[in-house]
């Protein structure tokens, strides 16, 4: 999970119960993990969470004990505190809880194995591992892999049909994040399958429930992913280039990192390509949906940094966003207590009235755009630029190559998973142009 820029002022208040204290938050008797999991829910979030948000910008579930936050003020205020953290070891009742690892070894075995990186760190720690790739995935840096994501984008448009109906997630969404993801690493074409294997096992690691088959899952792909780059990183040794591999091993070798650090960050990193193929997906859906938006994009290309960021806004492939409080923290007029997890929930956030005009319109001249599909704070998803790239040179090139893309049939949600928003279908038909 990623996290983005805070926007202004939202001046919204809500009333605590009488006679409470005006630091806890009233309750709405919302039964929040049946609705995140609730297919229905899965496939348009938008009116619920609006519901949700109109009543209070954050809440407590008093039976988890979780906050969440739905507020776009306060939770850019939050992503930038370090009162609150993205080590999830803080949460007292959590996965590392004494009680957890007594009850659920099982789990506290997976997280633990897991846990060594970036993404899971507080400073200073997630600084310095960050510190060592953050100066690659800067914008003009990742210039330098552009003709490659070009290369590997015709390379999947050379195969797309024309005049029949086809699977674009199958067809290109999904495969050109992971080509591309193997292409930074230098890794062998060959592997692609296992690997996509290993990122789908592990990418429920994010979700708020798992199944003990997805509990086993994950951790066996952990363990064989972690091996294969073990492997990978010494066969590279030798001879590392100058690309992401050479910043991992000289981090290694200086010290900068161990070498279960060095792994989880690659594997990580690796697996981070899920981020272009949530915006690969939802992003040609909202164009399609929207079908004055896409003409006004294909009439004027200068629009694609704007258009690509009102993808990420309205469709954004992060649903959630968690904290653990290091120390107490006073969120808006709710204190969340050291100790406790609070979720943002990013769909909200993302269309908050009091931050943006209109919320529900999808308009690629917004301006601002201050969403938080990638988070917010420090912890801003690293991947970002290339996220942003990728999905340009992707959709330039479908439409110098298409003079129609319409849909072919219904486009189908994921529905079975509460952290992630993206797609299992979307049928397309192009005409060439």
């Known amino acids: ?54 009543l209070a910008p954050v809440h407590l579930d008093p039976v988890s004990g979780v906050y969440f936050v739905l507020g776009h003020k306060e939770f850019g205020q939050m992503a ?49 591992m960050r510190g060592v790739f953050d100066r690659a995935f800067r914008p003009r840096d990742m210039m330098r892999y552009l003709p490659m994501i070009e290369d590997e984008c015709r390379k999947l448009l050379d195969t797309l049909p024309v005049g029949t109906p086809f699977e674009y997630m199958a067809a290109f969404g999904n495969p050109l994040p992971n080509r591309i993801s ?43 992913f972690k091996q294969f780059v073990r492997e990978h990183l010494g066969n ?15 981090a290694e070798e200086d010290g900068t990192m161990d ?5 989880n960050n690659v594997v990580m990193l690796i697996a981070g390509s899920k981020t272009s193929l949530t915006l690969l997906g939802n992003g040609l859906l909202s164009l399609l949906k929207h079908p004055d938006q896409f003409e006004r994009l294909r009439a004027d290309r200068s629009l694609m940094p704007r258009a690509i960021e009102e993808m990420l806004r309205f469709e954004p492939g992060s649903s959630i966003i968690p904290r653990a409080g290091v120390e107490d923290y006073q969120c808006g007029d709710v204190l969340i207590p050291a100790g406790a997890l609070a979720i943002g929930l990013v769909g909200s956030i993302n269309r908050d009235p009091a931050r943006f005009d209109d919320p529900d319109t999808f308009d690629i001249t917004r301006k601002p755009n201050h969403h938080s599909a990638f988070g ?33 049939g219904e486009a189908e949600w994921w529905t079975d998973r509460s952290d992630q928003r993206g797609l299992w279908s979307l049928p397309l038909k192009l005409t060439e142009a």
């Open 1 to 54: 999970m990623s996290d983005a820029q805070m926007g202004n002022a939202d001046t919204r208040e809500f009333a605590a119960p009488a006679g409470a204290p005006a630091s806890v938050p009233p309750s709405f008797d919302i039964d929040w993990w049946t609705t995140l999991s609730d297919p229905e829910f899965l496939k348009n979030p938008y009116p619920e969470l609006k519901r949700i948000r109109e």
């Open 376 to 408: 917010g704070g420090v912890h801003i998803c690293i991947g970002k630029a290339l996220a942003r790239m990728t999905t340009e040179v992707a959709f330039n090139a479908l439409m110098d190559r298409f003079g129609k893309i319409e849909l072919a």
């Open 259 to 263: 070498e279960e650090e060095t792994l």
């Open 236 to 250: 590279l040794r030798a001879n590392p280039g100058d690309g992401m591999i050479s910043l991992a091993l000289a």
């Open 80 to 128: 930038k505190t370090h009162a609150m953290g993205r080590d999830t070891t803080y949460w007292a009742s959590g996965w590392s809880s004494a009680e957890n690892q007594a009850n659920d070894p099982e789990t506290y075995e997976l997280f633990i194995d897991f846990q060594p990186q970036m993404i899971n760190a507080n400073l200073p720690d997630h600084r310095r």
């Open 182 to 224: 193997l292409k930074l690493f230098e890794i062998p074409e060959e592997m692609r399958a296992k690997i996509g294997k290993w990122i789908a096992d592990l990418s429920w690691l994010g979700n708020i429930v798992m199944t003990p088959e997805q509990k086993r899952n994950a951790k066996q792909s952990n363990q064989e």
